[in-house]
Protein backbone atom coordinates (compact mmCIF):
# COMPACT_ATOMS: atom_id res chain seq x y z
CA UNK A 1 0.00 0.00 0.00
CA UNK A 2 1.73 3.37 -1.11
CA UNK A 3 1.22 6.11 1.74
CA UNK A 4 1.32 9.88 0.79
CA UNK A 5 2.10 12.63 3.12
CA UNK A 6 -0.09 16.06 2.74
CA UNK A 7 0.22 19.34 4.62
CA UNK A 8 -2.43 21.40 5.51
CA UNK A 9 -5.27 19.47 5.49
CA UNK A 10 -7.46 20.81 7.77
CA UNK A 11 -9.43 22.67 4.82
CA UNK A 12 -9.80 23.36 1.74
CA UNK A 13 -7.03 21.78 -0.87
CA UNK A 14 -5.26 19.76 1.16
CA UNK A 15 -8.40 18.33 3.19
CA UNK A 16 -10.29 16.92 -0.03
CA UNK A 17 -6.48 15.63 -1.28
CA UNK A 18 -6.32 13.89 1.95
CA UNK A 19 -10.08 12.14 1.30
CA UNK A 20 -9.47 11.51 -2.88
CA UNK A 21 -6.17 9.44 -2.20
CA UNK A 22 -7.70 7.71 0.90
CA UNK A 23 -10.84 6.79 -1.32
CA UNK A 24 -8.24 5.23 -3.94
CA UNK A 25 -6.85 3.02 -1.27
CA UNK A 26 -3.70 4.93 -0.19
CA UNK A 27 -2.81 5.03 2.88
CA UNK A 28 -2.22 8.86 4.04
CA UNK A 29 -0.81 11.17 6.32
CA UNK A 30 -2.81 13.87 6.96
CA UNK A 31 -0.86 16.71 8.95
CA UNK A 32 -2.16 20.04 9.76
CA UNK A 33 -1.18 22.74 12.56
CA UNK A 34 -3.46 22.05 14.79
CA UNK A 35 -5.46 18.35 14.59
CA UNK A 36 -8.70 18.26 16.06
CA UNK A 37 -11.53 16.10 16.38
CA UNK A 38 -13.81 15.55 13.50
CA UNK A 39 -12.01 17.26 10.61
CA UNK A 40 -11.25 14.01 8.75
CA UNK A 41 -12.64 10.50 8.84
CA UNK A 42 -11.30 8.15 11.04
CA UNK A 43 -9.75 5.05 9.17
CA UNK A 44 -6.68 2.71 9.65
CA UNK A 45 -5.29 4.54 6.73
CA UNK A 46 -6.31 8.07 7.84
CA UNK A 47 -3.56 9.28 10.13
CA UNK A 48 -3.98 13.25 11.44
CA UNK A 49 -0.30 14.65 12.17
CA UNK A 50 0.86 17.76 13.93
CA UNK A 51 3.25 19.71 11.45
CA UNK A 52 3.96 23.22 11.11
CA UNK A 53 6.21 23.93 8.18
CA UNK A 54 7.65 26.85 9.84
CA UNK A 55 8.81 24.81 13.10
CA UNK A 56 11.35 22.40 11.66
CA UNK A 57 11.17 20.03 14.84
CA UNK A 58 7.83 19.42 13.64
CA UNK A 59 8.34 18.33 10.19
CA UNK A 60 11.00 16.06 11.45
CA UNK A 61 8.69 14.57 13.81
CA UNK A 62 6.08 14.16 11.60
CA UNK A 63 8.15 12.54 8.95
CA UNK A 64 9.52 10.16 11.08
CA UNK A 65 6.17 9.16 12.32
CA UNK A 66 4.92 9.04 8.64
CA UNK A 67 7.47 5.85 8.14
CA UNK A 68 8.11 5.57 4.23
CA UNK A 69 6.87 7.59 1.98
CA UNK A 70 5.85 7.55 -1.44
CA UNK A 71 4.43 11.17 -2.04
CA UNK A 72 5.13 14.11 -0.65
CA UNK A 73 2.09 16.70 -1.09
CA UNK A 74 3.06 20.07 -0.27
CA UNK A 75 -0.17 21.96 0.21
CA UNK A 76 0.36 24.56 3.67
CA UNK A 77 0.09 28.35 2.76
CA UNK A 78 -1.18 31.24 3.31
CA UNK A 79 -3.26 34.37 1.25
CA UNK A 80 -2.65 37.06 1.21
CA UNK A 81 -4.74 40.34 -0.83
CA UNK A 82 -3.86 43.98 -1.16
CA UNK A 83 -1.50 46.54 -2.03
CA UNK A 84 2.16 46.29 -1.59
CA UNK A 85 2.85 49.82 -0.65
CA UNK A 86 1.10 49.35 2.81
CA UNK A 87 1.94 45.47 3.22
CA UNK A 88 3.79 45.02 6.71
CA UNK A 89 7.31 43.33 6.06
CA UNK A 90 6.39 41.37 8.66
CA UNK A 91 3.34 40.33 6.53
CA UNK A 92 5.66 40.09 3.92
CA UNK A 93 8.03 37.60 5.90
CA UNK A 94 5.32 35.36 7.16
CA UNK A 95 3.91 34.70 3.92
CA UNK A 96 7.78 33.73 2.46
CA UNK A 97 8.14 31.39 5.67
CA UNK A 98 5.13 29.32 5.33
CA UNK A 99 4.37 29.45 1.31
CA UNK A 100 7.81 29.20 0.17
CA UNK A 101 9.83 27.91 3.01
CA UNK A 102 7.96 25.52 4.71
CA UNK A 103 7.33 24.14 1.10
CA UNK A 104 11.68 23.65 0.93
CA UNK A 105 11.63 22.51 4.67
CA UNK A 106 9.62 19.83 4.39
CA UNK A 107 10.99 18.33 0.84
CA UNK A 108 13.83 18.50 2.58
CA UNK A 109 12.89 16.19 5.10
CA UNK A 110 11.41 13.53 2.84
CA UNK A 111 14.12 13.79 0.01
CA UNK A 112 16.94 11.36 1.96
CA UNK A 113 14.56 9.04 1.55
CA UNK A 114 13.38 9.27 -1.98
CA UNK A 115 16.62 9.55 -3.18
CA UNK A 116 18.03 6.06 -1.31
CA UNK A 117 15.08 3.97 -2.61
CA UNK A 118 15.46 5.83 -6.16
CA UNK A 119 11.82 6.88 -6.06
CA UNK A 120 9.14 9.38 -5.29
CA UNK A 121 7.10 12.24 -6.10
CA UNK A 122 7.19 15.97 -4.66
CA UNK A 123 4.23 17.80 -5.96
CA UNK A 124 3.95 21.29 -4.52
CA UNK A 125 0.37 22.95 -4.69
CA UNK A 126 1.26 26.81 -6.24
CA UNK A 127 -1.45 28.78 -7.21
CA UNK A 128 -3.09 29.89 -10.66
CA UNK A 129 -1.46 33.53 -9.91
CA UNK A 130 1.94 32.55 -11.37
CA UNK A 131 0.09 31.91 -14.81
CA UNK A 132 -1.04 35.96 -15.29
CA UNK A 133 -0.41 39.55 -14.07
CA UNK A 134 -2.91 39.64 -11.20
CA UNK A 135 -3.28 42.66 -9.43
CA UNK A 136 -3.64 42.83 -5.36
CA UNK A 137 -1.38 39.48 -4.80
CA UNK A 138 2.06 40.61 -4.85
CA UNK A 139 3.06 38.91 -2.40
CA UNK A 140 1.37 35.78 -2.22
CA UNK A 141 2.49 35.72 -6.31
CA UNK A 142 6.13 36.21 -5.29
CA UNK A 143 5.92 33.26 -2.84
CA UNK A 144 4.34 30.75 -5.02
CA UNK A 145 6.21 32.44 -8.08
CA UNK A 146 9.39 31.28 -6.05
CA UNK A 147 7.96 27.31 -5.12
CA UNK A 148 8.02 27.25 -9.73
CA UNK A 149 11.26 28.14 -9.99
CA UNK A 150 12.71 25.88 -7.02
CA UNK A 151 10.60 23.42 -7.81
CA UNK A 152 11.54 23.21 -11.90
CA UNK A 153 15.29 23.10 -10.36
CA UNK A 154 14.70 20.60 -7.92
CA UNK A 155 13.01 18.42 -10.90
CA UNK A 156 16.07 18.53 -12.74
CA UNK A 157 18.38 17.59 -9.16
CA UNK A 158 16.43 14.25 -8.65
CA UNK A 159 15.74 13.65 -11.92
CA UNK A 160 19.40 11.48 -11.74
CA UNK A 161 17.48 9.63 -8.62
CA UNK A 162 14.16 8.33 -10.26
CA UNK A 163 12.71 11.29 -7.89
CA UNK A 164 9.81 13.33 -9.56
CA UNK A 165 8.63 16.96 -8.53
CA UNK A 166 5.87 18.59 -9.90
CA UNK A 167 3.38 21.81 -9.70
CA UNK A 168 0.22 21.61 -9.38
CA UNK A 169 -1.32 25.66 -10.00
CA UNK A 170 -5.22 25.64 -8.74
CA UNK A 171 -7.35 28.88 -10.08
CA UNK A 172 -9.99 31.09 -8.10
CA UNK A 173 -12.29 28.72 -5.62
CA UNK A 174 -15.24 30.36 -4.27
CA UNK A 175 -15.58 27.41 -1.03
CA UNK A 176 -12.27 27.93 0.53
CA UNK A 177 -11.79 30.29 3.03
CA UNK A 178 -9.00 32.47 1.02
CA UNK A 179 -10.58 35.61 0.63
CA UNK A 180 -11.53 36.12 4.39
CA UNK A 181 -8.21 34.38 5.49
CA UNK A 182 -6.18 36.93 3.11
CA UNK A 183 -7.91 40.01 4.06
CA UNK A 184 -7.21 38.89 7.80
CA UNK A 185 -11.07 39.15 8.17
CA UNK A 186 -11.04 42.86 6.83
CA UNK A 187 -13.41 43.68 4.28
CA UNK A 188 -11.99 45.16 1.04
CA UNK A 189 -12.54 48.86 2.49
CA UNK A 190 -10.48 48.33 5.62
CA UNK A 191 -7.88 46.47 4.05
CA UNK A 192 -6.84 49.43 1.25
CA UNK A 193 -5.82 52.52 1.57
CA UNK A 194 -8.02 55.24 0.50
CA UNK A 195 -5.82 56.30 -2.97
CA UNK A 196 -5.91 52.34 -4.29
CA UNK A 197 -9.76 51.54 -3.00
CA UNK A 198 -11.96 52.67 -6.50
CA UNK A 199 -9.42 50.72 -8.62
CA UNK A 200 -9.00 47.77 -6.18
CA UNK A 201 -12.90 47.12 -6.04
CA UNK A 202 -13.12 47.21 -9.64
CA UNK A 203 -10.47 45.10 -9.59
CA UNK A 204 -12.23 42.59 -7.16
CA UNK A 205 -15.78 42.85 -8.99
CA UNK A 206 -13.87 41.51 -11.93
CA UNK A 207 -12.56 38.80 -10.04
CA UNK A 208 -15.93 37.73 -8.89
CA UNK A 209 -17.72 38.49 -12.72
CA UNK A 210 -14.93 35.89 -14.03
CA UNK A 211 -17.23 32.88 -15.78
CA UNK A 212 -15.71 29.53 -14.40
CA UNK A 213 -14.09 28.64 -10.90
CA UNK A 214 -12.13 25.92 -9.84
CA UNK A 215 -13.63 23.37 -7.08
CA UNK A 216 -11.46 21.53 -4.29
CA UNK A 217 -11.92 18.44 -6.34
CA UNK A 218 -10.60 19.94 -9.15
CA UNK A 219 -7.44 20.33 -7.12
CA UNK A 220 -7.65 16.84 -5.76
CA UNK A 221 -8.10 15.30 -8.82
CA UNK A 222 -5.33 17.29 -10.48
CA UNK A 223 -2.72 16.29 -7.54
CA UNK A 224 -3.74 12.99 -7.88
CA UNK A 225 -2.72 12.87 -11.65
CA UNK A 226 0.64 14.49 -11.55
CA UNK A 227 1.52 12.45 -8.58
CA UNK A 228 1.08 9.16 -10.92
CA UNK A 229 2.52 11.23 -13.98
CA UNK A 230 5.54 9.91 -16.11
CA UNK A 231 5.29 12.02 -18.93
CA UNK A 232 7.53 14.29 -18.05
CA UNK A 233 4.98 17.17 -17.18
CA UNK A 234 5.96 19.75 -14.40
CA UNK A 235 3.14 21.92 -14.33
CA UNK A 236 -0.14 21.09 -13.76
CA UNK A 237 -3.28 23.95 -13.99
CA UNK A 238 -6.45 22.90 -12.07
CA UNK A 239 -9.06 24.07 -11.87
CA UNK A 240 -10.85 25.69 -16.19
CA UNK A 241 -9.61 28.81 -14.89
CA UNK A 242 -6.52 27.74 -14.39
CA UNK A 243 -6.60 26.16 -17.38
CA UNK A 244 -7.53 28.93 -19.60
CA UNK A 245 -4.81 31.20 -18.33
CA UNK A 246 -1.99 28.31 -18.85
CA UNK A 247 -3.45 27.94 -22.55
CA UNK A 248 -3.49 32.04 -22.75
CA UNK A 249 0.15 31.78 -21.57
Known sequence: MKTVLITGTSSGYGRETALHFHERGWNVVATMRTPRPGLLPESDRLHVVRLDVTRPETVAAAVEAAGPLDVLVNNAGIPSIGVFETTPMDRVREV?????????????????????????????????????????????????????????SLALELAPFGVLAKTVEPGACLTTNFGETALDGDSLEEAVPEPYLPWAEKVMAGFMNQDVFTTERDVAETVWRAAHDTTGQLRFPAGPDAVQLAQAK
Open 96 to 152: FETNTFGVMATTQAVLPQFRERGSGVVVNVTSSVVLGHMPLTAVYKASKAAVEGFTA
